[in-house]
């Protein structure tokens, strides 16, 4: 009877380039899993997602625009949006590693730099002051020396709670309808057919009139250049 064949491992014989391209595709991998919560968390995402979820709430239209439309339509915003601070990382990091004229950790840093600089002109002092006293004991004494893990959600927060302002102001105008149509029904006695029936159609109205969705949009994007 055959013995097994035997099998013998040596660590130094490929040499030490392999393995570093084993780690480059575990570091790209890991990067491209993240990409979704890097997108969401460091740009615009956030406060024209939130924003939009708003205006369909306030018209109170179930599901219409779909939630693949309004997804959709915040990746575009936010691709416009961010289009000069992409601009900069492509000139500045990718273009010049590519090149072989920066080195990985150079061209991280200076996108970790364009990206800061957006998200610190979007920050509320309190906020970054809060998650920067938590990060450290003695405060930057530079907004642009916050570290990224602080910056993060304080410009997080920042971004819900402008969406929320925003939301608000976009609701006042639909509860008035909501009020209105309830107490004239009220009034007319035809209290078992639903308000939110008849307010519909005039919210509807009152959205296209205004052209709703150009003031919306103008508003989120020039709030945010």
Known sequence: MNGLPSVTINPGAGGGEPVATVLQIVFLLTVLTLAPAI???????????????????????????????????????????MAPVFGAINEQALQPYLAG?????????????????????HTREKELALFASMNSDEPPA????????????????????????????????????????????????????????????????LFVLVDGWYLVIRSLVTGLQ
């Open 39 to 81: 997108l969401i968390l460091t740009t615009s995402f956030t406060r024209i997602t939130v924003v939009l979820g708003f205006v369909r709430n306030a018209l109170a239209t179930q599901q219409m625009p779909p939630n693949q439309v309004l997804i959709g339509l915040a990746l575009f915003l936010t691709f416009f949006v």
């Open 101 to 121: 004229e920066l080195d990985a950790g150079t061209a991280l840093a200076r996108s970790e730099a364009q990206l800061k600089g957006f998200m610190l002109k």
């Open 142 to 205: 530079r907004p642009e020396d916050v570290p990224t893990l602080a910056l993060i959600p304080a410009f997080v927060i920042s971004e819900l709670k402008t969406a929320f302002q925003i939301g608000f102001v976009i609701f006042v105008p639909f509860l008035v309808i909501d009020m209105v149509v309830a107490s004239t029904l009220m009034s007319m006695g035809m209290l078992m057919l639903p308000p939110m029936m008849i307010s519909l159609p005039f919210k509807i109205v």
